[in-house]
């Protein structure tokens, strides 16, 4: 047990008196002494609880903090999932975006086609159309003019290729 300077100092003041003087007050130093070992030990038993309600606590707050790491380590768990279908969700986006973009493209070149669009062509065969019923028709007209006019005479022959061919032209074509 290590002296307090109290026990010191009595200690030092008994040892400086004579022999008989000692004994007497060697008493008085004695229950002096187990009054203070009372004390220590009151107090240590106030330490052993205050060490106990601390040790409570701390494994408490080690309980605490196992819970809290696993719960970052959840949290940290479905972080990385969102991230990997957020980047998932991108790449599909950009693969639609890259379809959509090929196909607005593709549909710009079929717009700009050398020949024209489709709505060109049909605008085309319309006027070839026109025209080559119009040829038919001038070609009727002589072929009739030839037929019916007295002053040209035309043989057997010619006569019959006028007719088939005045017939051909007055029958709907086949597709």
Excluded at 30 to 41: D, G, P, V
Excluded at 80 to 93: A, C, D, F, S
Excluded at 128 to 144: F, P
Aim: proline share 2%; glycine share 4%.
């Amino acid at each position: 047990m290590t002296d307090t300077p109290e026990t010191d100092g009595e200690w030092n003041r008994l040892a400086c008196q004579d022999h008989s003087e000692f004994e007497r007050n060697l008493a008085d130093f004695a229950r002096k002494l187990e009054r203070e070992l009372a004390e220590a030990r009151r107090a240590i038993e106030g330490l052993g609880s205050v060490l106990s309600k601390a040790s409570a606590a701390y494994d408490a707050i080690t309980e605490q903090r196992d819970r809290l790491t696993q719960e970052r380590d959840e949290l940290r768990d479905l972080l990385q999932e969102e991230q990997r279908l957020h980047i998932q969700t991108l790449n599909e986006r950009d693969e639609w975006k890259a379809k959509y973009i090929q196909q607005n493209k593709d549909l710009g070149c079929e717009m700009m086609d050398p020949n024209g669009t489709i709505w060109d062509y049909a605008k085309k065969v319309q006027t070839d159309l026109a025209s080559m019923t119009e040829q038919r028709d001038r070609l009727a007209e002589v072929l009739l003019a030839l037929r019916n006019n007295e002053s040209f005479s035309i043989g057997g022959a010619a006569y019959e290729i006028v007719e088939q061919a005045l017939q051909s032209l007055n029958q709907p074509t086949k597709p």
